[in-house]
Structure formats: C-alpha cells, structure tokens
C-alpha cells in the first residue's frame, strides 16, 4: 500500500484524530489526565499536533508518541480521542501535516497568542474558548496501560461520533489490541 | 486532621450552635434566643473568613512557585512566567472576596484565575500588557472582555469581575483545588 493511499488529502469527517497525552503536561497534582491543559495551544501558533487514529495503528500512533513526541520532560501516558467532525463543528480546523512524520495532523484554532499576554480581542478570546471547550467536550481518554510495551495496551481506541450520516456511533481504531 | 475534616467539624459546631439556638427559644423565650442566633451567626462569618484568608494565603504560595518556572515548563516551548504578571495576579488575589476555584499557568506565560461551579465557568487571564476576562453560564451565551492589564489595578473593574462570578455560584465559592503543573527545572 502506497503512503498516499494510506493518508488521503484532506482529512475526512469521520476520521478518529488522535493525540498523546504526556505527563505532567496534561495531568493534575492528583495525577489524573486534565482535559483543558492537552488542547490550550501553545504561543507564537495557532495550532496543536496529533495523530490520524483511523489510519495509522494503536501500535503505530504508540510508536509516533514515544519517538516524536515524548522526551525527558514530558512522557507519554496514553492518547486522548476527538473525531475530525466535532473539530470542525467547534470551528477548528484539521489539516494533514505529513512534513512532521506520517500521519501527523495539525488541529487549528484560528487565533495566535503573543507571548505572556492574553488574547487581544473579545471575538479572539470567544473563539479561542469555543474551540477549547469544544475539544475538551468531545474527547476521551484512554490510559495506556503498559507504558513501555512496544505495543499499546489499553482499551480499543474509539471516538464519539459527532459526524452526520450512517456510521455507527463508534469508530474503532484500525487495529486494536484484540 | 484532612482539611475536608476539619471543615465538617468546624461545620457542625456552627450546627450544634444553631440548633441550641432553637432550643432557647423553644425553652427560655425570645431575647435568648437571639442572643444564641447572632452567636452562631458570628461563628459563621469569622468561620469563613478564617478559610478565606487560608485559602488567599494557599493561593499566594501557589504563584510563588509559579513565579519559578523556567521556560519550556511543558516541554513544548511555554514560556516563564514574568513577575510583573505574577506580582498583579497576586494583587488581584488579594483584593477578591470570591476566590477562583483553579489557579492556571499558560503555556503563553500568563496566569489564568478559574472559577468553575456546576453553574459555569469564567476565568481572568493576567498577560503583561492585556488579560481577558471570560464567562459562561451552562446553556448560556459567552461574555468576553479584553482591557489593559493596569486596569486590574482599579477596585471597581475588579467588583465587575466579582459580579460575574457571583452569578455563577449560589453561594460564595470556597476553593475547591489548585491545579499545580509539575515541572522539570
């Protein structure tokens, strides 16, 4: 199978977008995963990374985690998931990035943050928090449950389905576990 | 003793103190019975205030370790936190009578003060030069303000902000928890 056949242009509705969630960054002092903290975008962008969950493998989308993201500082612990439609629907945007490594998405928020100042209009600071409820809404977490397994070990990924149309409620990552 | 613990103690005690209250005018007739009602509400009042000041002085600290994180605190690039951003936060903190439930870094290097109750959600984002101030009611519609930071100095601006997050609580809201991010130096 070739690589364009694989990740199709653009990303479609329906599509399980996939991010890792990293210790501490996106965890509380109680440990437990923090769902405003894995979608604030950081500054001088208006975009976060993650991954397309229904193309690429638990295991693969494991293995992106580990070597492209994670490092001293922050450490993988398990993924959060958000269908390409509820993206959409808060008024974000999800657009492949392959440049990064296969499979890798940017979802957009449509506004930049300067550093240490706050958003500079009110229009900014609705959008901004439209789109950071929305994800936070919409995603779930799976932990995984061996963290240095090659393999992922946790529940099967699926998503809550926001998309229009005849597909069942729940999309299964391309392979799980099972 | 948990403080959750001591909470329900001192709770009950200001219950025992109502109820006895009760009981005097049941049994000894009205003037007692006021004089056991200002009591215990008095035991309320320096009962709440005695957790408020607990509560702005765990809040306090809280921005001091805040004031040192080094940049890329998250790994992705976030930024430290200015002290003048720290020292205003702090200011606000002080000058508030309905304290935030959450205290938040942003990876921007600005200070989010978040109240959050089952009746919505608002937050005050303190940046060097501008903050935002935002609230939502569940199932209502988002209210935004953007202004300069020096005006977070001004009491009434500040009363504006109280106002608001009242109307998200039923009753004056008591910290819940301080979210505090880890972080690698």
Redesign the interface.
Same mark, same amino acid.
């Given at each position: 199978m070739t690589s364009l056949m694989r990740f199709p242009d653009p990303v479609i509705e329906h599509e399980m977008i996939v991010r890792a969630a990293l210790d501490p960054y996106h965890f509380n002092t109680r440990k437990k995963p923090h769902r405003k903290y894995a979608f604030h975008a950081p500054w001088g962008a208006d975009s976060i990374s993650a991954m397309r969950g229904s193309l690429l493998t638990a295991d693969e989308c494991k293995y992106n985690a580990v070597t492209h993201i994670q490092d001293s500082q922050r450490v993988y612990k398990g993924f959060w998931t958000i269908q390409a439609a509820c993206i959409q629907k808060v008024g974000a945007s999800v657009f492949p990035t392959p440049a990064d490594y296969e499979g890798h998405v940017s979802i957009h928020y449509g506004v930049v943050r300067r550093r240490h100042e706050g958003l500079d209009t009110p229009d900014e600071v609705l959008r901004y928090n439209a789109v950071l409820e929305g994800l936070t809404d919409a995603a779930q977490y799976f932990e995984d449950e061996d963290c240095s397994a090659k393999e992922w070990k946790g529940l099967p990924l699926t998503v809550q389905c926001c998309a229009e149309g005849s597909l069942p409620n729940t999309i299964e990552s391309a392979t799980t576990n099972e | 003793m948990s403080a959750s613990n001591t909470v329900r103690v001192r709770t009950d005690a200001v219950l025992l103190q109502a109820r006895s209250a009760f009981s005097a005018l049941m049994e000894t007739g009205i003037p007692e019975a006021i004089s056991a009602f200002c009591y215990a509400q008095n035991s309320v009042s320096e009962f709440y205030n005695s957790q408020l000041s607990a509560a702005r002085e765990h809040y306090e600290s809280i921005l001091e370790e805040l004031r040192d994180m080094p940049d890329?605190w998250? *790994? %992705? *690039?976030?930024?430290h936190m200015?002290e003048r951003?720290i020292d205003r936060a702090k200011s606000v903190v002080e000058r508030l009578n309905t304290l935030p439930t959450d205290i938040?870094p942003?990876?921007?290097?600005?200070v989010m003060l978040e109240w959050e109750t089952p009746q919505g959600r608002c937050y005050l984002?303190? *940046?060097?030069?501008? %903050?935002?101030f %935002?609230a939502?009611r569940r199932g209502g519609e988002?209210f935004?303000?953007?202004g300069p930071s020096e005006q977070l100095d001004d009491l009434e601006k500040l009363g504006e902000f109280s106002k608001r997050v009242r109307a998200l609580a039923k009753y004056p809201s008591m910290p819940t928890?301080?979210?505090?991010?880890? %972080?690698?130096k």
């Open positions: - | 890329n998250d *790994g %992705y *690039g976030a930024v200015h951003i938040v942003h990876p921007a290097g600005t984002e303190v *940046g060097l030069t501008v %903050y935002n %935002y939502k988002a935004a303000h953007v928890g301080v979210t505090n991010i880890t %972080y690698v």
